[in-house]
Structures are given as structure tokens and as C-alpha cells.
């Protein structure tokens, strides 16, 4: 074989190996890159836990819990159109400015519906508390807006209604 042929030869192994790499790291990326999604049933398992979750640390003034299942970006409306933020909810939290008996959904009152990346909740929620020097007992409907992220569920939005009579 010539010194012409044999570079000819090196160059075609030289692609060869070229396109397997890239084939290889196609493949890679399609595996990595592919969404494992669980089913309905799963997610809204997830949810209705995740909710609970987050109602028993709000209970506890669990300010790591909170944090870990709000969004950085989410926003809470009570019925009297008060707007509260993830900050807001975790100072209130770190400062213990409510003490909760009770921060309860009512059981059989939790529905879960998703869409998607996107799960509501809503369920009744008895709440007991004092608040400076102030008791409150009361129910309430909530509404609790969900979005999967690339690290799991994340609680974005939630609109609480007036307490019920």
C-alpha cells in the first residue's frame, strides 16, 4: 500500500470513529433528555402528599419544608385580595408570628386534578390559631397550583377563600 493510500485508509477510520462518537453521544443525549414521567395516579399521589406536607409545615412554622416546596416565584391570594409572596410566608414562619393548633385539610375534602405538568388542589381547610395575642378557629376552601420541575413538584400558586361562616 502507497503513503497516499494508507493516509486515505487513516482518514476513513479516522470518520468512522467520528460518526460513532457522534452517534454515541446522540444516544446519550436522547436518554438523558427523555422525560420519565409517572402516571396520572402516581402524580397525583405525589401532589395530594406534597400538599399535606406543606400544610403540616406551615403548622410547625417548618421554614426548610416551605422552602423547599415553594416556588421561588410563587404567590398566594386571600379571599380579601392580601397578596403574599415566598418571602413573606417564610419570614412569617422564621419569626413563629402564628401558633397553630390546627392547620388540618379535612379528610375526604382533597381533590387532586392535573393537567399536564400542572396539578390543582382543593380541599377544606380547618384552621385554629393564635396570632399575637388573637384565637381564630375557622374553615376555609383552598386552591393550591402545582408545576412539575426538572427537580420535582413545586407549590406556585395558591388562593385561600374568606373564612366560611
Do not use: C, H
Not at 476513513?12 to 446522540?26: G, V
Not at 399521589?45 to 400538599?51: I, P, R, S, T, Y
Request: no cysteine; aromatic share 10%; charged share 25%.
Amino acid at each position: 500500500m502507497s503513503g497516499f493510500e494508507s493516509q486515505i485508509e487513516l482518514q476513513d477510520q479516522n470518520m468512522r470513529t467520528s460518526k460513532k462518537l457522534i452517534l454515541i453521544a446522540l444516544a446519550f443525549l436522547l436518554v438523558t433528555t427523555i422525560k420519565l414521567k409517572a402516571s396520572p395516579e402516581e402524580d397525583a399521589k405525589a401532589v395530594a402528599a406534597l400538599d399535606i406536607k406543606y400544610q403540616a409545615a406551615v403548622k410547625a412554622n417548618d421554614v426548610a419544608t416551605m422552602n423547599q416546596i415553594l416556588a421561588d416565584d410563587f404567590v398566594l391570594i386571600t379571599g380579601r385580595g392580601k397578596v403574599y409572596n415566598k418571602t413573606d410566608l417564610l419570614d412569617s414562619a422564621r419569626k413563629k408570628e402564628v401558633t397553630y393548633k390546627r392547620q388540618d385539610e379535612e379528610p375526604g375534602t382533597q381533590k387532586v386534578r392535573l393537567w399536564g405538568d400542572t396539578a390543582m388542589v382543593t380541599a377544606l381547610l380547618w384552621i385554629k390559631l393564635v396570632q399575637g395575642d388573637k384565637p381564630a378557629d375557622y374553615k376555609l376552601w383552598f386552591s393550591d397550583t402545582y408545576v412539575r420541575t426538572p427537580t420535582g413538584w413545586r407549590y406556585v400558586f395558591g388562593q385561600a377563600s374568606l373564612p366560611l361562616p
